[in-house]
């Protein structure tokens, strides 16, 4: 009898958060194609995503929610269980960006970007965890980080301050929950193709300089994140903590 690659995520249940396109959506896909449940969640709706999965034999049970609203979490993580059965994966994906001059950044859109890319994470990741004790499991979370986790960009203020306290966050997770069997990790992103990054995309003198600074010369597909968040969900992972993993076509080591 073959043994189970350490790579099956058979019999497992995940929650992806923003699954309803671009990088969600194709780590909600090589979740469910690796053998998860996914339930993908976030206030738009997940028809597309759910096409996506059952065409692709997976299963995928879509959830309404909206992550910035005060005390959300433990809902949507009890509702996600009702859907699946106990969660063992945890994907924090959601995540908005705002851009403008740091001299003309306004409060609205530094407390919008910070609520959902930072505290609404957090706040999953605390009543996934106390569900997972409760339960006595171990589980898996993997938080979108970014690659202004290490740098500081531009324009992006209070962007680049939740992706470098996202990471921080993950590390600090991972220390206090590794010794519970809970693995906490992140994928930094370099520059996909996703509603995001059309803007600079359709830019030919900035798409040009994104490419020429990217080694691998091309953007990142959403597929390419998939990968690394099963990796990181899987057992192949079990003894990986508080790891922030750049997924850039080679954007940081240039």
Request: aromatic content about 6%.
């Amino acid at each position: 009898m073959a043994a189970r690659s350490p790579f099956d995520l058979s019999g497992r249940a995940a929650l992806v958060t923003g699954a309803n396109t671009g990088i969600g959506q194709g780590i909600a896909l090589a979740l469910a194609e690796a053998g998860a449940t996914v339930v993908a969640a976030g206030r738009s709706a997940m028809d597309e995503t759910v096409a996506l999965l059952r065409q692709a034999g997976g299963a995928c049970l879509p959830l309404q929610a909206d992550l910035q609203q005060n005390g959300v979490a433990p809902r949507v993580i009890e509702e996600a269980t009702a859907l699946a059965g106990p969660l063992d994966i945890l994907v924090n994906n959601a995540g908005i960006i705002r851009r403008a001059d740091a001299l003309d950044f306004g409060e609205a859109d530094w407390d919008e970007v910070m609520n959902l890319n930072l505290k609404a994470n957090f706040f999953l990741a605390q009543a996934f965890a106390r569900a997972a004790l409760a339960a006595g499991r171990g589980g898996s979370i993997v938080n979108i980080a970014s690659l202004l986790s290490f740098q500081g960009g531009i324009r992006v203020a209070s962007y680049t301050a939740s992706k470098s306290g996202l990471a921080g966050l993950t590390r600090l997770l991972a220390c206090e929950w590794a010794q519970h069997g809970i693995n906490v990790n992140a994928i930094a992103p370099g520059y996909v193709e996703t509603n995001n990054t059309q803007a600079l995309r359709a830019d030919t003198e900035r798409n040009a300089a994104i490419l020429a600074r990217i080694p691998a010369g091309r953007w990142g597909k959403p597929s390419d994140i998939g990968g690394a968040a099963v990796f990181l969900a899987s057992d192949a992972a079990a003894y990986m903590h508080g790891a922030v993993i750049p997924v850039d076509g080679g954007w940081l080591a240039r």
